[in-house]
């Protein structure tokens, strides 16, 4: 379906049978996409959407964002990327790596369909929000040998499973050793006694060490109040990354919670977060 300059439900991938759920994409485009034989290629950002790998929906990152109105998809289109926002198998469907799998063929639909839609190639990065960065930094970070994403950003992202709960504030609302945690039901097993699964499943395993394939780069932004995902993974990640030789930025965000939550109800957290990653896609893609 169109609806102005969106492309809503474009199916990119059916894992399993033929008769299994079809994963969808909503694509957003700026006002002229399609190019004409002088006009540039235009950028691109895949967005996963965040919920614990349980829930959530794609174009939407969570109640508490989305309840601000700031349309994040739409200040990206406007200013001059093309933005698909993606489905993924959730953890009661498919255990882990099947999330990883279905961000990974969402970014390849998005490639192999670049002159459709005026995309550059060879500019396609990854963002998301939660469940959805630590896709989105698995995507960028699995794929330096075959040139996956151009750069990623991502929101409070899980990165290190099996230090989480060391991790944790002590108002933390779940951690990730509790029974039936979202990170258990992610991989399927107990964290406890399953280190290579936790290990797998983690985006801090792949960073390489100096010297090896480099990770395209990242921005990475958390809050310090986050009783979901403690800013301890996002700051243990820049850290690995830096030390491997890579290009990190590391925003944290004073007395923000998860989704950019801050007791005085505002927006400003979120307000910053965007800011700050339109600008990193923007210096990433050469746009004015």
């Not at 794609?58 to 508490?64: C, E, H, I």
């Not at 939660?130 to 750069?151: D, E, I, P, Q, Y």
């Not at 990190?248 to 957290?269: N, Q, R, Y």
């Amino acid at each position: 379906m169109t609806e102005g300059r969106v492309l809503k439900g474009v199916e990119f991938a059916r894992p399993g049978s033929d008769d299994s759920r079809p994963l969808l994409l909503d694509l957003y485009l700026p006002t002229a996409y399609l190019p004409s034989a002088q006009e540039k290629l235009r950028p691109a950002v895949v967005h996963f959407h965040g919920g614990g790998w349980r829930m959530g929906e794609r174009s939407s990152l969570g109640p508490v964002c989305d309840g601000f109105g700031l349309t994040p998809f739409d200040v990206l289109t406007e200013a001059g990327f093309v933005v698909a926002s993606a489905d993924y198998r959730l953890s009661s469907e498919a255990h882990f790596p099947a999330q990883l799998h279905d961000a990974q063929a969402a970014v390849e639909w998005l490639r192999s369909h670049a002159a459709e839609y005026g995309v550059d190639p060879a500019k396609i990065y990854a963002w998301g929000d939660s469940a959805g960065g630590h896709l989105a930094s698995l995507v960028g970070l699995t794929g330096v040998r075959h040139n996956s994403v151009a750069a990623v950003a991502a929101w409070y992202p899980p990165t290190d499973l099996d230090s989480m709960a060391e991790q944790a504030l002590p108002n933390a609302v779940s951690r990730p050793s509790d029974p039936g945690s979202r990170e258990e039901l992610l991989i399927g097993a107990p964290l406890a006694g399953n280190p290579e699964l936790a290990a797998a499943a983690s985006p801090i395993s792949y960073v390489a060490k100096a010297g090896g394939p480099a990770a395209p780069p990242f921005l990475l932004i958390h809050g310090t109040a986050d009783r979901f995902v403690p800013a301890a993974q996002s700051e243990s990640l820049a850290a690995k990354l830096q030390d491997s030789g890579a290009d990190v930025e590391l925003l944290i965000i004073e007395g923000a919670d998860h989704m950019w939550s801050l007791p005085d109800g505002s927006s400003a957290a979120a307000e910053k977060a965007l800011a700050a990653t339109v600008s990193f896609f923007l210096r990433q893609s050469g746009l004015p």
